[in-house]
């Protein structure tokens, strides 16, 4: 691991936090500022999770840079999907989750009463792990968010909808002559584009997506980073991965969570060419997780 | 962690495997030995059932009939008073016309060929079509109980005559008929078109069809909306607490109450304090939807279950309203499911006999019913009440009206089969 440390000059990581390979009792994320990144509009501060009594996310701070890729890595159980699912509040239809602390976007609390939850996730977006197009047509799976947010006056706007969205999804060559077949008979890797374009529809600001890529084959795989990549342009994309070459490849900031803590958050390059945090450093050699 | 002791499988001696192989093969076939002789003893039971009732029922499926010619002369029928006018008199008539050139006592046995009702079957033919009057009226007349069995071989001539049931001349009479090549045996559509009667030759069933329809569209009026509203709120809404906890091991008793206890339920409730007509078909749907509804809502929270969690996360993650979730697409995607279940619940209450002998649907009634609150018989309280009766032409209607029976509950449970084929999904 010590080859890992010596990579790359420090020129990005001015030194707010000396790299600690020792564990305070008291947890400390190491936190390596990002150059040029555009603006945080997502913030979250002080994030616990708690499924019943048991504590799944401990005190997770992140600032997500608008128009860019973050990605979560860790090992499996460490709070990825827990956190990911905060964002947009899709933990609120698990009975015994209880999520403490703020995340805000755009400074409103994601958390506070007054929030419509269907309007959050109207403008936050989500993709998941298995490909999950309802079992309509193609065309149906991407007209429903419009439709049920109102967002076309006619028949035609709904048509022009569905056409923009498959085209920026990557999909609409592959399935414009059967839009009226039913989604459930793509392929694995045309079914997740179909979930992206079902959740670029709405009109998003942020899209958030579950390992999209872990039931996909390495074509589909590549298809669909290349996608995120395109679409970095538009929308804030926060991607939780097991591959650390995906998350190297696709994203520009990373955030590394163990046990539930964040452990260490900065530039996607600095992360993998110098981890400050011993734990960070194990995961990415193969170590842990 | 390197245990020496370890024996792989491919160690053993080559006997031994051999041995184990053979004794685990062994135990194969003797599974499979199981499953098949269940198999054969079930199928064998049911066909001997089957076998039981066609053998026993299907002469009820032809009826005999006797092709009798009726002067309707004015001086006996009124064209101004059908109603009044005298009937009797008409068949007395018909019957001289069935015997020609024979004495007055062979007429007086033969008289009794014809069914009891014969007269208001020509007084109904001519009311039809007044302009009969005057004129003459063929009319294929049923055979009554005795005559029926005879023609149908049932009643044996052979036999000793103080050991059957018409004597000797009451055959010869017949046969006089027979000869002249007046009787038929055609397709006895009076099982399904007549009601209810004394005379097992007339007797129908479709009382108790109309009395069944009628019983299980108030069921699934009532259980269908009540069970789907009640699984919905239980599966996608209720908390988990000791409360719904104790609903649903509640509904879950439910299912296994005896349905005679249902019966008691409708006959305390619906008739002495609500005050609802007896034998109605209304009562009976409302306690047969107490049995369904369980029923109901049990395989509504099935098939709501197996609604895969990804749908719901996909809908929830669009930004659809828990509302929208269900009713877009949990819903749509476990209505084969509840449908199935549906149409197997109404086949099992179809079936269902103590409940409606207890709100007294076992009557004696002659006319189908004309509405849900008019007094009526169902399918099963019919066999009942035939089953109890005397009359040999009854003992095969009651075989064929089990048949009928059947016939509707294969029907209902083959729709539920090809639903669940035609609409289940696959993801
Ligand atoms: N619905 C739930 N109820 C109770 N505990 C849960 C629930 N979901 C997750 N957990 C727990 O929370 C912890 C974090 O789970 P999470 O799914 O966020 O992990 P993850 O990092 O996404 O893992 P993976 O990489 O395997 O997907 C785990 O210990 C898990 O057991
Ligand atoms: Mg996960």
Sequence with gaps: MSTTLSARGATDMSGTSAPSTTQAPAHQTVRVPMVDANLPRLKAKDVSVFYGDKQALYDVSIDVPEKAVTSFIGPSGCGKSTFLRCINRMNDTIESCRVLGDITLDDQNLYDSSLDVVELRARIGMVFQKPNPFPKSIFENVAYGPKIHGLARSKTDLEEIVESSLKKAGLFNEVKDRLHSPGTGLSGGQQQRLCIARAIAVGPEVILMDEPCSALDPIATAIIEELIDELRENYTIVIVTHSMQQAARVSQKTAFFHLGKLIEEGPTEGIFTNPRDKKTQDYITGRIG | ?427
């Design chain 2, 1 to 427: 962690m390197t245990d020496t002791s370890a024996v792989s499988v491919s160690d053993r001696p080559a006997d031994v495997a051999a041995r184990l192989r053979k004794k685990r093969y062994a135990a194969d076939r003797r599974l499979r030995a199981y499953g098949i002789g269940a198999i054969t003893v079930a199928v064998g039971l049911l066909g001997i059932l089957i076998a039981t009732l066609v053998l026993g029922g299907y002469q009820a499926f032809t009826q005999t009939h006797v092709r009798v010619t009726f002067p309707i002369s004015t001086q006996n029928v009124d064209a101004d008073d059908l109603r009044g006018s005298n009937w009797r008199a008409v068949v007395t008539e018909g019957v001289e016309n069935l015997f020609p050139g024979q004495s007055e006592e062979v007429r007086g046995l033969g008289a009794r060929i014809l069914t009891n009702n014969t007269q208001f079957f020509v007084r109904d033919a001519v009311i039809a079509n007044p302009s009969l009057v005057g004129e003459t009226l063929v009319l294929e007349v049923p055979a009554s109980d005795p005559y029926d069995q005879l023609n149908k071989g049932v009643l044996d001539r052979d036999l000793p005559e103080n050991r059957r049931r018409l004597t000797d001349e009451q055959i010869a009479a017949y046969d006089i008929v027979e000869e002249q090549g007046l009787v038929s045996r055609p397709f006895n559509w009076a099982l399904f078109f007549n009601a209810d009667s004394r005379f097992p030759e007339i007797a129908g069933l479709s009382g108790a069809i109309v009395g069944s329809f009628y019983a299980l569209m108030i069921c699934f009026v009532i259980s269908f909306p009540v069970g789907i509203a009640a699984a919905i709120y239980l599966e996608e809404f209720a908390p988990r607490n000791r409360y719904t906890d104790i609903i649903e091991v509640n509904i879950n008793n439910l299912a296994a109450v005896p349905s005679i206890v249902f019966g008691l339920l409708g006959l305390a409730v619906f008739l002495q304090i609500f005050g609802l007509p007896r034998s109605a078909p209304l009562v009976g749907g409302m306690v047969l939807s107490l049995m369904t509804l369980p029923t109901i809502i049990i395989v509504t929270r099935n098939a709501l279950k197996s609604v895969p969690p990804s749908i719901r996360e996909a809908a929830l993650g669009m930004g659809a309203s828990k509302h929208q979730v269900i009713m877009h697409h949990v819903l749509p995607l476990a209505l084969p499911g509840i449908l199935t279940g549906t149409i197997i619940g109404l086949a099992q209450a179809l079936g269902e006999t103590a409940p409606l002998l207890l709100i007294g649907m076992n009557s004696f009634i002659t006319s189908p019913p004309g509405g849900v609150m008019e007094a009526s018989t169902a399918l099963p309280t019919q066999i009942f009440i035939w089953a109890d009766s005397p009359e040999r032409g009854f003992v095969a209607r009651t075989s064929a009206a089990i048949l009928v029976l059947l016939g509707f509950l294969i029907t209902m449970n083959a729709i539920a089969i090809f639903l669940r084929q035609r609409l289940e999904r696959t993801w």
